[in-house]
């Protein structure tokens, strides 16, 4: 394979975009070019989703399985009935109330779509991203923007334009640097393909925000049991993705506990010759007696500790940790996600302190 050189990184806030560069960035897109770019949620790795070359170079660049279809983005909702066969009322409500936002929805696709944009599916996944350097991209670029995490498949995805080159600096055309994102976490997938709505991958917005949006609501059941008898629906999710090199082990139970049995186990592997990783909340961080304690963000602001999370899991993968100890964090309204997250990272290795305490 051709060496490709170093992907062109252009900097730029919201409020102070450079448009001549996003204007050139979409006209790679438009030539089938690929382009990394920030969104509140991660930065994506964009590609023309109405080109199915652009799409295998997508699967490619990220060494992604091919039966793993990418998320559709759009800035314009007049252009979702271009690209899908229908919408139910239900997500026409959803739509009104969280896009432009981190929800990405599901429905039987148009054929204008390539097979090689959904995986072979006749399903497509889209998504109104609400970053403002995002939706101009999109714009420049034709509408409709296929973009999975901007990570190598199976790192954790990338928070930052740093995050990006480190994966993918060598493969792509160019980064378009925003800054680190707001949110931290991918999209919630709702899936409109059933009767009722289903949850395929839990986000900021949380279960309890779209059951009030649409009464009922159901969580793939691949998603709440530990083992791998159901599949997630999302052929993403069944993955051990968002993984960093290391062992990792998640420790629940009451704070005290926690750090106790965390300082515990610490302490057994440091003696074993093995190098120690910590996730501690802001609150508990002072608390570890051994081993690299890194912290992932504040119990009082959830959000901080999404935002953070992937960043940690990089950090950790850089230090050469050998085992990470991570606290557990069922927070309020991310918990879900947050956990879902950090249990795939840990390959679903989660202990009670009690056990650990005897
Ligand atoms: O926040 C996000 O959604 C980010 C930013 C860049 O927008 N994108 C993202 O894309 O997370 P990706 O490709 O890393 O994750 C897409 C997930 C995968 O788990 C995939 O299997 C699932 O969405 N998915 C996509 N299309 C689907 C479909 N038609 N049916 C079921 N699952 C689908
Ligand atoms: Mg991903």
Redesign the pocket.
């Known amino acids: 394979m051709a060496v490709k050189n170093k992907a062109q990184r252009i900097v730029m806030t919201e409020t102070d975009m450079n448009p001549e560069a996003l204007k050139k960035a979409g006209n790679v897109l438009r030539n089938g070019g690929l382009v990394a770019f920030p ?7 964009g590609g023309n989703a109405l080109d199915p070359e652009a799409s295998k170079k997508i699967y490619a660049a990220k060494g ?1 399985p091919s039966d ?4 559709v ?1 759009i800035a314009d909702i007049s252009k979702l009935s271009v690209i899908v066969r229908e919408v139910p009322e239900k997500a026409k409500v959803l739509a009104e109330r969280f896009w432009p936002g ?1 929800l ?1 929805m ?1 429905f039987p ?1 148009s054929v204008i779509v390539p097979k090689e944009t ?2 072979g ?1 006749d ?3 889209v ?1 109104y ?1 609400s970053d403002r350097i995002a939706q101009v991209l999109i714009k420049e670029a034709g509408g409709y923007v296929a ?5 190598t498949s199976g790192r954790p ?1 990338p928070t930052t334009a740093d995050h990006v080159e480190e994966d993918l600096g060598e493969t792509i055309d160019m980064i378009i640097d925003g800054g680190p994102v707001g ?1 931290g ?3 919630t ?1 709702v ?1 409109f ?1 059933e009767e009722i709505p289903v949850v ?2 839990p ?1 900021y917005i949380s279960l309890e925000m779209l059951k009030e949006v649409l009464g009922e609501v159901r969580m793939d059941p691949g998603l709440l049991i530990t083992d791998a008898k159901i599949r ?6 069944k993955y051990r ?1 968002y993984a960093p090199k290391a062992e990792m082990i998640i420790v629940e139970g009451n704070q005290m506990e926690v750090v106790q049995a965390m300082n515990r186990l610490s302490e057994e592997y440091r003696k074993s010759g093995r190098l120690v990783g910590i996730i501690a909340a802001e609150e508990t961080k002072m608390s570890y007696h051994s081993g690299i304690v890194k912290c992932i963000g504040s119990r009082r602001n959830e959000e901080t500790i999404a935002q953070h999370l992937y960043e940690v899991l990089r950090e950790f993968d850089k230090c050469e940790a050998d085992i990470i100890l991570s606290e557990a964090f069922y927070t309020p309204q991310m918990g879900q996600a947050i956990m879902n997250r950090l249990l795939k990272a840990a390959g679903h290795k989660i202990i009670k302190a009690q056990e650990v305490l005897g």
Do not use: C, F
């Open positions: 969104t509140e949620t991660v930065y994506g790795l992604r793993n279809p990418l998320i983005h981190p990405t599901i696709k959904t995986g599916l399903s497509v996944a998504r991203p973009a999975p995490s901007a990570n995805s949110i976490l991918e999209s997938i899936d393909t395929l991958r986000g997630p629906k999302a052929p993403g999710m993705h």
